[in-house]
């Protein structure tokens, strides 16, 4: 199913100056934001939201006028969540619409506000579309009739479920695209051999623990005479409550509640020896023929936090799980809290046949493992696979599934050509508690056609954007189990362009907020902790044009031009140095900015010269631990283990902590830094067979960039800009270069008069720049020797002198 939900605010300034307001929504873990609008309506001015390939809050300026702002996104439901937020409003209103094909069996909303909302809501119901409103008065929001708070403080659930009469599944066709829903009933559930691996480290001491444990009672009391289990609790050591499979006698199940009382946590964590041991019981029943043929498999993990004890590195914890479970059974995951690594439990869990959930470590823990248990306590089929005619359909989500747990469902969506195709036809088979099935499905590719056309609040793109955002689901657990890091990038690609081809927000693209003059961009940055929350987006503005004059730069051989906005010249010199060579370019300690570059040498000499370039550059912004790398075939961001690359070849941005990266397809990469600072890497590409040069690389660094007074570097050292005085200006060795007398820093330098190019707006020919030359190596001009500037690392700060 698909839930679209659209946050409306509407607010007043009434003050006599302009102020800020936050646009706060708590959108749904694996929702996606597809649109984002804001209206002033004293002057009609729009902003729009649109996607840039990499959050949801939005921070417009508030002016004297009535500010209007729509927030949409979509997810697949299993009951409905609206957020409310905890103040009187003097217009609060829910409006839920459900439209389902299908027929709606029943529409249940529970009194999850309290009693004092009773008779508020009201329910209209037909056979297929269902409407649902609370609209509370102010009066009615308050807690009392004199209070100035809000009685509104909790969720709003819708919860529903359609009616299901084939077997086979619900097969819904419309615009080109088709949706196969499964969830049969009625069916015995398989036999399962389930292990509890529980964490009992010292950060699960109190109520984590006394809520787990009264989880863990419950949770036994429901297993089934055909199950098998057994416990497994850890910290630094692993304990087992039997080293084998029991079956599920009360008598057991009433040992084990009896065990699970006496843990008291203390000591650290152990996750890969704990995981290894609980493997290593299943693979040691199976091999010993004491498992059901029919039945299936798990481990359920319960984890506070990151491993302490044993093998710490995440990546070999999943290797050696994966290897060890062999794609034998099912691994489930429950993270408490906000310290636990929920990626790691999310990528291991995928990575076999599992699922992952965070649960909150508060009074509501105990309810929350028991509802994550519900969705995998009853087992009906195993080894699912869906079968569409070949010829007719493409573009298919994943169809093959290991098993179906009662109370859920298996979506499948796919392209159909319904040109040329009267009918669609599906085939599912699968293996029950007895049986082995195949349940057919025949529909009529026009029959939802007259129905979706008729409702006008029937989306028309329902189809397609469940096929997306099952796809962009799909592809994002495919690039967390990637093996290498080659597909990794590809599939991120992939990502990337149905983001942007579906208007889907996902973690490798943002929400850029901009009205239609451009001159005004919000950006809803990504989370600065993603286990701790996000933090506001930031107001940008495009920065105005640079003259071709008013800019530092390094490109080709390598021809440094450094401009002195006081005196308005053009300082230029080359530095000569030795391929692999790492310079520092800005170094400045203060704000934690570096800027390197490392060259590369020509492939052969010419007259008795081997040529350099720059062909790397690395950015270190150290307040923000980010590290950019740019080569002449990559743009990579890192942030300590997580790290986003693309490649010349595309055009899209980064966003990571309030720096955004722009990459124009094999022309050039701008990094911004708020408005602080900002940063352009030209691209020079040339015949791949030349028999001398090589691609490489150019930088411009604007002098309006706000480092520090205590800022070095061949580029940065230029911050505070040094008095110049050129004078006795006289013939050259050629007409075009005159000479000249350049007096700076103490030292008296003859400088030439001549040309560089600045291949910003022409990279095939450049623009001409004059400019004084300062020759051996900018001897004189720049502070010390070019030597002095060598640095052992691509993100190394440069000494204290």
């Known amino acids: 199913r698909l839930a679209n939900t659209m946050i409306q605010a509407k607010m007043v300034n009434n003050a006599k100056r302009s102020q800020h307001i936050v646009f706060d929504v708590q959108v749904p873990k694996g929702a996606f934001i597809d649109n984002f609008t804001m209206r002033r309506v004293s002057n009609r001015s729009l902003l729009f939201g649109k996607l840039t390939p990499d959050h949801r809050r939005e921070r417009p300026k508030w002016e004297h006028s009535l500010i209007c702002l729509w927030g949409v996104y979509g997810t697949l439901p299993q009951q409905w969540h609206c957020i409310i937020l905890n103040v009187l409003l ?129 949770i036994l009391s429901e297993l089934r005479a055909a199950d098998q289990f057994s416990l497994i609790d850890f910290n630094h050591n692993v304990r087992c409550w039997r080293d084998n499979l029991v079956s599920a006698t009360p008598a057991q199940v009433e040992d084990a509640k009896k065990y699970i009382q006496t843990i008291h946590p ?79 439990l999310q990528r291991i869990a995928t990575d076999n046949r599992g699922m992952a959930q965070r649960i909150f470590g508060n009074q509501e823990t105990s309810a929350q493992m028991k509802r994550f248990y519900n969705q995998v306590s009853t087992p009906l089929l195993k080894k699912i696979q869906f079968n569409y005619p070949q010829e007719s359909v493409s573009d298919v989500t994943q169809s093959s599934f290991h098993n179906y747990f009662g109370g859920s469902e298996i979506v499948v969506a796919g392209k159909v050509d319904t040109a040329n195709l009267q009918h669609l036809e599906s085939v599912v088979t699968a293996t029950a508690a007895n049986a082995e099935l195949v349940m057919e499905t025949l529909r009529d590719v026009e029959e939802l056609d007259g129905f979706m056309k008729k409702d006008k609040y029937a989306d028309p793109e329902f189809t397609r954007k469940l096929w997306a955002y099952l796809t962009v689901n799909q592809m994002l657990a495919e690039r967390n189990t990637a093996p290498t890091a080659a597909l990794k990038r590809n599939i991120t690609k992939s990502i990337l362009q149905m983001s942007l081809d579906h208007h889907i927000v996902t973690p490798f693209t943002s929400m850029l907020i901009e009205n239609p003059e451009k001159d005004e961009i919000m950006l809803a940055d990504q989370p600065k902790d993603p286990r701790r929350g996000c933090c506001s987006g930031q107001c940008l503005r495009p920065s105005p044009p640079v003259s071709a004059v008013s800019i530092n730069r390094v490109d080709n051989d390598p021809h440094f031009i450094i401009y002195l906005p006081k005196s308005q010249r053009n300082i230029c010199f080359n530095i000569n140095s030795d391929p692999g060579h790492i310079l520092n370019l800005v170094s400045d300690p203060s704000t934690g900015v570096v800027v390197n570059g490392q060259l590369i040498g020509a492939k052969k000499e010419e007259n008795k010269k081997l040529n350099t370039y720059f062909g790397k550059f690395g950015f270190y912004f150290k307040n923000k631990g980010l590290k950019v790398e740019i080569d002449t075939e990559t743009i990579t961001l890192k942030d300590g283990s997580y790290s986003i690359m693309l490649t010349w070849s595309d055009t899209g941005h980064i966003i990571r902590k309030q720096l955004l990266i722009s990459v124009k397809k094999e022309s050039n990469v701008t990094i911004r830094v708020g408005e602080e600072m900002s940063f352009m890497v030209l691209l020079h590409r040339v015949w791949k ?63 030439t008069r001549g040309l560089q190019k600045d291949y910003r707006t022409n990279r095939v020919f450049g623009t001409d720049v004059q400019c004084w030359f300062v020759h051996n190596s900018g001897k004189g001009f720049i502070d010390g020797h070019y030597k002095d500037y060598l640095v052992p690392h691509l993100y190394s700060f440069l000494k204290e002198p």
Request: a negative charge; charged letters at 20%; glycine letters at 8%.
């Open 266 to 344: 203390n000591g650290g964590t152990n996750i890969n020896e704990a995981l290894l041991r609980a493997t290593f019981i299943l693979n040691e029943a199976q091999n010993l023929g004491m498992l059901d043929p029919n039945s299936v498999s798990m481990i359920v993990l319960v984890s506070d936090g990151d491993p302490t004890v044993g093998e710490l590195k995440l990546t070999t914890i999943q290797k050696n799980v994966k290897q060890s479970i062999k794609d034998e059974f099912s691994l489930f995951c429950l993270g408490i809290g906000f310290d636990v690594d929920y990626d790691f």
């Open 90 to 218: 003097s217009c609060l209103q829910v409006d839920v619409r459900i439209i389902e094909p299908q027929g709606i069996r029943y529409v249940h909303v529970p009194n999850s506000l309290g009693d004092h909302f009773n008779g508020i809501t009201t329910i209209s119901k037909g056979e297929k579309k269902a409407h649902i409103s609370f609209k509370p008065t102010m009066a009615q929001q308050r807690k009392c009739p004199t209070c100035s708070s809000t009685a509104v403080d909790g969720n709003f659930v819708v919860q529903y479920d359609v009616n299901r009469e084939s077997t086979g599944g619900e097969l819904e066709i419309f615009n080109g695209y088709f949706i196969h829903f499964f969830a049969p009933e009625n069916l015995d559930p398989l036999p399962k051999n389930i292990l509890f691996v529980i964490d009992v480290s010292g950060s699960m001491w109190g109520l984590k623990m006394k809520q787990t444990i009264e989880a863990m009672k419950a």
């Open 689 to 751: 067979n030349h028999p001398v040069n090589v691609d490489f690389l150019g930088i411009y660094i604007p002098p309006e960039n706000q480092f520090s007074p205590e800022a070095r570097g061949l580029i940065g050292q230029f911050t505070s800009e040094p008095e110049v005085y050129i004078h006795n200006q006289r013939p050259g060795q050629t007409p075009e270069k005159p000479q000249a007398t350049m007096e700076v820093k103490g030292n008296k330098l003859t400088v």
